[in-house]
Each structure stands twice: as C-alpha cells, then as structure tokens.
C-alpha cells in the first residue's frame, strides 16, 4: 500500500511539473507573439511616419490626404494627419495606404462605396466590405476637380 501511494504521489507530482511546464511554455509563447506584433507595429509606424497617405471611410466622405505627423496613442496603428481636403487634423480611421498620384486619380474614378470596395479589401478576407449606406451629403461630397483645387491651395502637388 505504502509503494502504491508513493507512485500516486510522484504521478501527481510529474503530471503537475509537467503541466506546470507546458503553461510556462504557452506564456513564453504568448510573450514571443506579442513582440513580434509590437516590432511589426513599429516598423509599419516608422513606414508610413512623415509620409503621405491616401484613406478612405466606409461612409460617404472625401478622401484623407495628408502627411502622417503622429498617431493616436503610442500602442495604436491609427494615425493623425493634417486633411489637406478638408483642413482639419484627423484621425483616419478607415484605410489607407502612402499616397501617389496614380492611386489618387484611381479613387476619384470611384463612387465612395466602390472606393471602400477596394480600399477595405484586405481587412475583409474577400467579404463584403461593411459601408455605412446613409444618403451623402451634397455639400461635403467634392468632386475630384475641387479636391485638386483644395489640395493646391495647400502647396500639395497632384
């Protein structure tokens, strides 16, 4: 009876280091993956830092331009800009993506919603892009000749 609750005893004792092991082993996994999260966010932060980038929201708004000069908090990908569309500092919280004159003039070519389309497409794993459907409005929507016209009044060259 002794020898057997001995064996009992040393079981439970390697089942609990072993366990014990395994949970240090997923912590330490854990730990790995999230460094390596925090050195992508980095390096996606420092790409696009004091760049140019074009966004859009899944709404029926103008397209962000402008140069990313900091980001939401120091854990966050969302960066702010100075619009150079609609003059105010933001937050763009749709996608984006660093600016260039052909993937402007390919926008502007699009409906807001087919914009978000092919803006979005990545977040969605080939499903429908989720776009807010309320009714534009006309005041706020420019065309891609006064978004030209605003963006040079700003020193931005097309």
């Known amino acids: 009876m002794f020898k057997i609750s001995t064996k009992k005893k040393m079981s439970e004792q390697l089942d609990f280091q072993y ?14 993956e999230q460094k390596r999260k925090d050195e992508y966010r980095s390096l996606a932060r420092e790409e696009i830092y004091n760049q140019y980038i074009i966004g859009v929201s899944n709404e029926y708004t103008n397209p962000y331009i402008g140069k990313v000069k900091g980001f939401l908090d120091i854990n966050s990908d969302i960066p702010i800009i100075d619009d150079l569309v609609s003059n105010q500092e933001i937050a763009v919280m749709g996608a984006y993506k660093l600016y260039t004159p052909q993937l402007f003039h390919a926008l502007m070519k699009l409906e807001p919603e087919e914009r978000a389309a092919l803006m979005f497409n990545h977040y969605y794993n080939g499903r429908e892009v989720a776009f807010n459907k309320t009714l534009p ?17 700003n020193g931005f060259v097309v």
Do not use: Y
């Open 19 to 32: 366990n014990q092991g395994i949970e240090k082993g997923r912590l330490l996994e854990r730990e790995h």
């Open 137 to 153: 409005c006309v005041e706020t929507m420019l065309s891609k000749t006064e978004i030209i016209e605003r963006l040079e009044s």
